[in-house]
């Protein structure tokens, strides 16, 4: 994953978190997960930590957004996924 990928994807996508809306511009880590650009965030408001998943082409695909107390997952968006 290129450093130029990354600084486009930040200018063109602000991150929402999924559980109060504020944008989260930096990423806390950056990551290659099988086909996937992953960025994860911790939300400067709720804390809430949750990750951005991008396909190689920029395009976002999925959010996924840890619950606090809980040791799962909930997926927030599939549109990307189910679509292929």
């Avoid at 930096?26 to 998943?53: D, L």
């Amino acid at each position: 994953m290129s450093k130029i990928y990354l600084e486009k994807a930040m200018e063109w996508f602000m991150a929402k978190c999924p559980s109060c809306g504020v944008e989260n511009i930096n990423p806390a880590e950056t990551w290659r997960r099988g086909r996937f650009n992953v960025q994860a965030y911790v939300c400067a408001k709720c804390k809430t930590r949750y990750e951005e998943y991008y396909d190689v082409g920029g395009e976002h695909c999925l959010t996924l957004r840890f619950q606090k107390d809980k040791c799962y997952v909930k997926i927030w968006n599939l549109k990307k996924l189910l679509e292929e």
